[in-house]
């Protein structure tokens, strides 16, 4: 082979080499986009009718900022700042909202432009705990650690966003009077007025507690025996032959956030007959291939949920990518950043 071939061959390597470095670490990363989902809801009456569908409940869903004041912190603030105009009926905030306590007065000012009618909610992850050393990072890709040696201020995050009028459900609930804003031309629900939202804390760091946040009795939330959860995972992920999700009480909307999705919280979530759960933490798998899909999904699920919307014959499960990444992986591969405004549709 002649050197110029060599020269040429090392010359596109580095090309190629650059590009997929610049394509990961600078621009997919800060590619943010405004995902727009519709979930369709079958309540009220239950009645069939001849009229049209219509959107009675706008949500959006943020999750997974990793806020930190380098370029793309600043630009997801500046994101973020796009989204003022929207002013949806919930804001709904599914943690990794902050990497630690020094971030937290620049998270606030961010925030401070969204406004909701019916209110906003947040849940935390464990980056909103604890600030991870880069030993504890390492440790944590071979096995998943529970607890970190750095705590942050937990309480004083959950004062600051209450300031601003933001309510952190540690697992905790709160149920809202909810009247449809539908026009005339739209299906008339006769019995949907109340919207239940349910906050479960983190699973990953054993901080999730759903009977407490439930029914007020602690201590609910357990990991299944090993291999004893199987049958619970199957039943509870049987696809419905259908996108339209009945309501469990006729009266209610039930959702729950949570920050990491995970299969022994399902189990609960449907004996308490949620309707819809959020969640983030996965980044979408963060490495995507085309018709392949994420390679992990870093939880107790499986890999094919690492991000979308599924309907399940129980209940809605719809799995953000979130618009951050973690300090000590900032990259991204095919799996561009996201909010997602989600639509809630009564079908009859």
């Not at 990497?99 to 406004?115: A, K, R, S, V």
């Not at 998943?144 to 201020?153: A, C, F, M």
Request: net charge positive; charged share 25%; glycine share 6%.
């Amino acid at each position: 082979m002649s050197i110029y071939i060599i020269i040429l061959v090392a010359a596109a390597s580095a090309f190629l080499l650059t590009l997929i470095i610049w394509y990961a670490f600078v621009f997919e990363p800060a590619n943010f986009k405004l995902s727009e989902i519709t979930v369709n809801i079958r309540g009220g009456s239950n009645k069939k009718s001849q009229e049209k569908d219509a959107t009675i409940l706008r949500i959006l869903h943020l999750t997974d900022f990793h806020l930190r004041k380098d370029r793309n912190g600043r630009k997801l603030f500046a994101f973020v700042k796009s989204l003022y105009g929207l002013k949806p009926d919930l804001i709904l905030l599914t943690g990794d909202l902050v990497e630690n306590d020094t971030y937290f007065d620049y998270l606030i000012e961010m925030l401070t432009g969204l406004d909701a009618k019916l209110g906003k909610f947040a849940v935390f992850g464990v980056h909103d705990y604890y600030h991870k050393r880069p030993a504890e990072f390492i440790k944590n890709i071979i096995k998943r650690q529970k607890k970190y040696t750095r705590p942050n201020s937990i309480d004083f995050l959950v004062e600051k966003l209450k300031s601003i009028g933001i309510t952190a459900l540690r697992n905790e609930k709160v149920t809202l009077d909810f009247t449809p804003s539908v026009n005339s031309e739209a299906p008339c629900l006769n019995e949907l007025n109340k919207i239940e939202i349910v906050g479960v804390d983190d699973a990953v760091i054993k901080k999730a507690d759903t009977g407490y946040a439930f029914s007020g009795s602690k201590g609910k939330s357990k990991p299944l025996v090993s291999g004893s959860g199987r049958a619970h995972y199957r039943q509870v992920l049987k696809a419905s032959s259908s996108h339209i999700h009945n309501l469990s009480d006729s009266y209610k909307l039930k959702i729950c956030i949570t920050h990491t999705p995970d299969m022994d919280l399902f189990v609960d979530f449907v004996e308490n007959k949620t309707d819809i759960v959020m969640a983030g933490h996965t980044h979408g798998g963060q490495v995507r291939l085309p018709l392949i899909g994420a390679l992990i999904s870093g939880a107790n699920i499986p890999v094919k949920y690492a991000s979308g919307l599924f309907y399940f014959e129980k209940f809605v499960l719809y799995i953000s990518k979130g618009l951050g990444e973690g300090r000590y992986s900032p990259f991204r591969i095919y799996c561009q950043p996201e909010a997602t405004l989600i639509k809630i549709n009564s079908v009859f």
